[in-house]
């Protein structure tokens, strides 16, 4: 079975820049989960879909993210514009069958 | 307060140790997962029990709903056991809360 698949791994740009991340959970994986991790603490959630509808973006910061999955598959997360304290990693996790999850590799995103 | 800590933050040991990584949570949980993560960023689960133990090749995961508290250990260390283990609650039905992490380093 093919995991998470993320890209780019890594990414530098500078801020007030544009950046846009990609994720491809694993098939037939219905949530999709967004989330933030900064050096040295664990992983925070963005945004969870459910298919193509979004079920938590509580904690996603609106003003200059934004996040889609159309046709409940792949999804996106972009910034625009991006700030220095949006340098972290981002990880797309997907599951079928909660309370399990699956990982992505992660795109390391450095902001300068 | 977190409701989500793990203790130690850092861990330093020489190949061999025997490793325990604590994990205590204040909610209501239907899971719990021990996450590693390497340099890379890249994360992958190691357990997801919600009672009792579970052992896979060195590594055994605890858990006690009762006292909210999960341990993970690792019998005789090596350096690739090298990375940050993450302790992950299940609330409801999907969502997860995450701790800080704990970072291991094994010398050989």
């Known amino acids: 079975e093919a995991g998470v698949a993320q890209s780019p791994r890594y990414k530098i740009i500078e801020k007030r820049q544009s950046v846009a991340f990609w994720c491809n959970p694993i098939?037939?994986?219905?949530?999709l989960y967004w989330y933030q991790q900064i050096l040295g603490q664990g992983p925070k959630l963005l945004i969870q879909?459910?298919?193509?509808?979004?079920?938590?973006d509580s904690q996603l910061p609106k003003d200059r993210f934004s996040a889609e999955r159309l046709k409940g598959v792949d999804s996106t997360l972009k910034i625009q514009p991006a700030k220095l304290e949006d340098s972290a990693v981002y990880l797309c996790?997907?599951?079928?069958?909660?309370?399990?999850?699956?990982f992505g590799q992660g795109t390391r995103l450095t902001v300068v | 307060k977190n409701e989500v800590e793990q203790s130690p933050q850092n861990l330093t040991a020489q190949e061999g140790e025997f490793i325990t990584i604590n994990c205590s949570y204040s909610?209501?949980?239907?899971?719990l997962h021990w996450l590693q993560q390497h340099p890379g960023g890249g994360i992958v689960s190691l357990f997801m029990?919600?009672?009792g133990k579970k052992k896979h090749g060195r590594l055994i995961a605890t858990i006690n709903i009762q006292e909210k508290h999960s341990s993970l250990h690792i019998t005789a260390s090596h350096p690739r056991d090298s990375a940050v283990y993450i302790c992950?609650?299940?609330?409801?039905?999907?969502?997860?809360?995450f701790g800080q992490g704990t970072r291991l380093t094994i010398n050989p």
């Open positions: 879909f459910q298919n193509n509808g979004v079920v938590d």
């Open positions: 996790a997907s599951t079928k069958q909660p309370p399990e999850a699956f």
């Open positions: 029990l919600s009672s």
């Open positions: 992950a609650v299940v609330q409801g039905a999907q969502k997860l809360v």
């Open positions: 909610v209501g949980i239907s899971a």
């Open positions: 098939s037939g994986h219905a949530t």
